[in-house]
Nanobody
């Protein structure tokens, strides 16, 4: 499975960005999907996850109510809509695939097997 994330960029505090992650190879509808982020010197942290069917989602407390994860299985794409961005949201954002069989969400990065290269999000004050 290969993942290509896009949509990052520079935005002001309070602004919005839409990240996309297109998957190729494998059967997209069979995978749980997640978004993680990482800043220099810090460990990668969970942001959001969505189940295979899209029926279950989970968010980190820091983004709950501001970010929305969604998927389009027909387009093999998962999205992360980020609203009301804060300076502390600045990071490289990674999408990931969890080839698990259950239709649930996975928040641990150890549950994810394939990772994209990441897209930089910078929020300026």
């Amino acid at each position: 499975v290969q993942l290509q994330a896009s949509g990052g960029g520079l935005v002001q505090v309070g602004g919005s960005l839409l990240l996309s992650c297109a998957a190729s190879g494998g059967t997209f509808s069979s995978y749980g999907m997640g978004w993680f982020r990482q800043t220099p010197g810090k460990e990668r942290e969970f942001v959001a996850a969505i189940s295979r069917s899209g029926g279950v989602t989970s968010y980190a407390d820091s983004v709950k109510g501001r970010f929305t994860i969604a998927r389009d299985n027909a387009k093999n794409t998962v999205y992360l809509q980020m609203n009301r961005l804060k300076v502390e949201d600045t990071a490289v954002y990674y999408c990931a695939v969890s080839p698990q069989v259950l239709d649930i969400v996975y928040v641990a990065d150890s549950s994810y097997e394939y990772w994209g290269h990441g897209t930089q999000v910078t929020v300026s004050s």
